[in-house]
């Protein structure tokens, strides 16, 4: 005992100094200076070129009967669309299975249809797989023509034929097309030479962490001696922005342009331009020119491929606009600047046209980066909703959008256009404002969404609520309540808030760093020190147990197993990390003509750190930064004290910059830190004879009535009396839980007299009846060559606002992927009222009819003359392919005037 008291001063020295060295404490994990400890588990940054970590994936879970694969000439990733994926029934017969023969490049064959119910059933044993592959039309080209052509007009030639390999998402098989050709166990032979390929995979019952998923150790093997050194007083940090510079080293591709990560080879636009505003443009300025150039088509920008056949259904492509700005003001290149402005600028003049609701002030659109439809929106709502919903990080890129327009045209001397969209981007802004902010949550909710009348979903969406922050669409005081209530978690923000039910995670209770990374940015413009410090951490244990950048982790477990796919060095991912340095502890701001430090260095992160060889247009700079702090207390360029905190652009040479910080923090901050909770799910609505009636949702205590967008009753039962009516009625209802969460609205049932609905038949050329499921005696296909314009001549016996859609059907292309959405104006008597979307609806699929999206508009009693009219502006991201097949249009009565 005599020797504990003697020691007890020691022990408390070292407690102090074991305590000081924390980052960042939880329940659940610790983040210190020199790594990382959660459990059992430790990740140790031995110096900056070298870290180690223990970590293996907990999960394991039972093997889905259904697998998704695709083929791969050469390895890469140039079979079909994105998404549109093969598939295989596993039903072995003592263990082993042989596939249908499969087409390359086409649809599945009918033997090998299934039912999506399978998805939920699992192996009772591994399967021997044999997958056959039918290349015998491939194998024809090469010698007719020596060449073959992909889906997306690329070209194989015959010499270059090196094999076809096997992708999937089920273990052994890997979505990651990178190293796909240097595995030769995936790869398909033709040992009889039939020109029928297969392979043998061995399909176990059981889904875990492979080896080589579970690193112990990275080492910095590839050359950055051409990037900026950082170096500081946390080891952690400093090793983690090494992995990450190396890891984007890796995402270069052979042609210089950046690929989405280890698992997506290709170039995305949004996935380039998020990293590209977080810290590639200052980084790799060329390599982000290269790939934003890329996404350039009749100096247009492109939608990624996505739901219903991508734009406008999905309309983020403005993204764009944010990295082409984030190079101009980094490099100061003005012919960069000119050329990037016409882009962005005949871009928007499209979006206005088909994407703006005149009557909420607000675009329409898939939400930015959430584009797996049933991962963030209701089941009942098909692409032609998603199109018709207004979401909040979407509307904040196109706001951000026309600030950046008309700041280019400022540049340019511009002044007509830059007050041009000076007024769209107030108009943007107050929409938001007015329509998506949730004053009894504190933040935003995620969209509007509805059919002829909206309702706002107040779920947050961390994107959107970052994006509003830095974007300055919430004043200060709002983005402070923003960062303050927005729910986050034990291992960081997830993307939504409740979790939807029964839904996989990846963007549903999923966490994603590159999201963390601008809610972290968010955080640190506010001066919420808490949040960033949950934030740095976040990132900080998810890449250092990892030992590489995940693209996304499930919320609940922080693990980077359960979620539907999952990349090691996702673009974004590395890029929020690599921003955690420029844009938080170093503060960096970009503007046309100068560059602005404002760091924010939590106390726990105190010390010297430094940035050597930061290329700056014309100028090599060396950075040093002392002490923590919400401010700067001095900054001096070359020793000389300079009067305001940036220096010029102009600049040239070598220089070193030293900033003294002000060692205090004026407000600590609070978070809305909460556990992983999931809503209700969506009651089933139906409606009969005045009664409507709906499933009993588990533990749901209440359900909330509406009609028209509003709130008219409550109830506890599961059916509600409504009145007797002779107006359009549109009735919703919601399920309200124990906890007081909140289901989806259902999908809304109309209750509309026959009186009041008013169906014409389309005519015009080359009228067919070959798909059955029209109404009337036929249908007419329209295309870019066909039926470009298609009258209808109406009579309006009283006069009311009417919706006005069109049933169609459209083969063209699956629900969820590629590119081949049909877009057409509609004209009232001569005058422009709106653009009218026709989704796919099915690959192949023509006798799936359903409805365009609805306009509505005001229409006086007796004729009218409305017109589909196929306009340059209603190109969509194919170009070539425009084309659905017309059966009728169908005006509703609304109400009176």
């Known amino acids: 005992m005599k020797y504990f008291h003697r020691l007890l001063p020691l022990i408390l020295i070292i407690m102090s100094c074991s305590n000081n060295d924390f980052l960042y404490k939880s329940d659940t994990f610790i983040v210190k200076s020199d790594g990382v400890k959660q459990g059992k588990f430790k990740s140790t940054a031995k110096s900056s070129t070298k870290l180690y970590s ?35 029934l596993l039903t072995p017969q003592n263990g082993k299975m042989v596939s249908a023969v499969y087409k390359f490049g086409e649809s599945d064959p009918h033997e090998a249809m299934y039912d999506e119910k399978e998805r939920k059933n699992y192996l009772d044993g591994d399967v021997e797989l044999t997958i056959r592959a039918d290349m015998r039309h491939v194998l024809n080209a090469f010698k007719e023509k020596g060449f073959y052509t992909l889906y997306n007009g690329e070209t194989i030639k015959a010499d270059d034929f090196k094999g076809v390999f096997l992708a999937g998402r089920t273990q052994p098989l890997s979505w990651e097309f990178a190293n796909l050709a240097q595995r030769p166990e995936f790869m398909l032979r033709d040992t009889d030479e039939d020109g029928i390929y297969e392979v043998s995979v061995n399909v176990q019952n059981f889904q875990q962490a492979t080896e080589n998923e579970m690193k112990t150790r990275w080492a910095l093997k590839e050359d950055i001696s051409k990037y900026p050194v950082y170096e500081s007083d946390q080891r952690i940090c400093d090793a983690l922005y090494n992995m990450s510079l190396e890891e984007l080293v890796l995402d270069i591709r052979k042609d210089g342009a950046l690929m989405a990560g280890a698992k997506w080879p290709g170039v995305w636009t949004r996935d380039i331009s998020y990293s590209i505003l977080l810290s590639l443009a200052i980084l790799e300025p060329d390599a982000a020119k290269t790939s934003l150039m890329h996404k350039v088509k009749n100096n247009r920008i492109i939608q990624d491929t996505g739901t219903g056949g991508s734009w406008p259904i999905s309309s983020d492509r403005m993204t764009w606009a944010l990295a082409a700005w984030e190079i101009y003001t980094v490099t100061g290149d003005r012919d960069w600047l000119e050329e990037a402005f016409e882009i962005i600028k005949n871009s928007a003049a499209d979006d206005l046209l088909t994407v703006l609701n005149p009557a909420t002030g607000l675009m329409y659109g898939e939400s930015s980066f959430l584009d797996w439809r049933e991962q963030t929106y209701p089941r009942w709502m098909d692409p032609k909703d998603i199109y018709m919903s207004h979401n909040l990080g979407t509307n904040a890129v196109h706001y951000e959008t026309y600030v950046i327009l008309s700041n280019m045209a400022k540049e340019l001397a511009e002044k007509s256009l830059a007050e041009k969209y000076d007024s769209v981007a107030n108009s943007l802004k107050t929409a938001i404002n007015e329509h998506l902010w949730c004053e009894q949550k504190g933040y935003y909710g995620q969209y509007l969404y509805g059919r002829n009348y909206f309702s706002v979903s107040s779920r947050s969406e961390a994107l959107g609520e970052a994006l509003c922050v830095l974007f300055d669409i919430a004043d200060s005081e709002k983005g402070k309540i923003i960062i303050k209530n927005t729910p986050t978690t034990t291992f960081g923000i997830p993307c939504i808030y409740p979790q939807i039910p029964d839904i996989p995670p990846y963007h549903n209770n999923g966490i994603w760093p590159f999201v963390e990374a601008y809610w972290t940015w968010a955080s640190a413009k506010v001066g919420n020190t808490k949040s960033v410090e949950h934030g740095l951490a976040s990132i900080i244990r998810a890449s250092s147990l990892f030992l590489t950048n995940k693209e996304n982790m499930v919320a609940e477990t922080g693990d980077f197993m359960g979620t539907e796919i ?50 700056y247009r014309k100028s090599l700079i060396d950075i040093t930064i002392d002490g923590y702090g919400d401010n700067i207390q001095s900054l001096s360029l070359d020793g000389k004290l300079l009067a305001a905190n940036k220096i010029p652009g102009n600049i040239s040479g070598h220089h070193k910059i030293h900033i003294q910080m002000n060692n205090e923090i004026a407000q600590p901050g609070s978070i809305n830190l909460v556990e992983i909770i999931f809503s209700p799910d969506t ?19 209440i359900y909330r009535i509406f009609k028209n967008g509003s709130e008219i009753s409550k109830t506890n039962d599961t059916k509600f009396r409504i009145p007797r009516s002779d107006h359009y009625s549109e009735y919703q209802v919601m399920a309200v839980s124990k906890s007081g969460q909140q ?8 209750v509309v007299s026959r009186q009041h609905t008013i169906l014409m038949e389309a005519n015009g050329e080359d009228i067919s009846n070959d798909y059955p499921g029209f109404y009337g005696f036929g249908y007419i296909p329209i295309t870019k060559q066909k039926n470009k314009n298609v009258n209808f001549q109406v009579y309006i016996p009283r006069s009311g606002k009417y919706a006005l859609d069109f049933r169609y059907s459209n083969g063209n292309g699956p629900i969820n992927t590629n590119n081949k959405c049909a877009v057409r104006s509609l004209f009232l008597n001569g005058k422009r009222i709106g653009a009218v979307v026709f989704p796919q609806r099915g690959d192949r699929n023509w006798t799936d009819w359903g409805y365009s999206n609805a306009i509505p508009v005001n229409l006086p009693a007796g004729d009218h003359k409305l017109t589909l009219e196929f306009q340059r502006s209603d190109e969509n991201m194919h170009f070539d392919t425009n084309a659905a097949l017309l059966d009728q249009m169908r005006l509703i009565l609304l109400g009176y005037e």
């Open 683 to 701: 009651p089933i609505l139906t409606v009969s004879d005045s009664l409507l009636v709906w499933n009993s949702i588990e533990d749901a205590i």
């Open 54 to 88: 223990n970590y293996k994936s907990p999960y394991k879970r039972p093997t889905c009967k259904v697998l998704d694969f695709k083929f791969a000439i050469n390895g890469g990733d140039n079979e079909r669309y994105p998404g549109e994926n093969h598939h295989i």
């Open 566 to 615: 999952n990349s090691d060095r996702q673009l974004w991912s590395v890029a929020g990390n690599l921003a955690m340095v420029y844009r938080i502890f170093l503060g960096m701001d970009f503007q046309p003509d100068a560059l602005s430090f404002k760091p924010f260095i939590p106390k726990k992160y105190a010390g010297m750190r430094s940035l050597k060889n930061f290329k």
């Open 743 to 750: 289901s989806f609205l259902s999908q809304p049932v109309s």
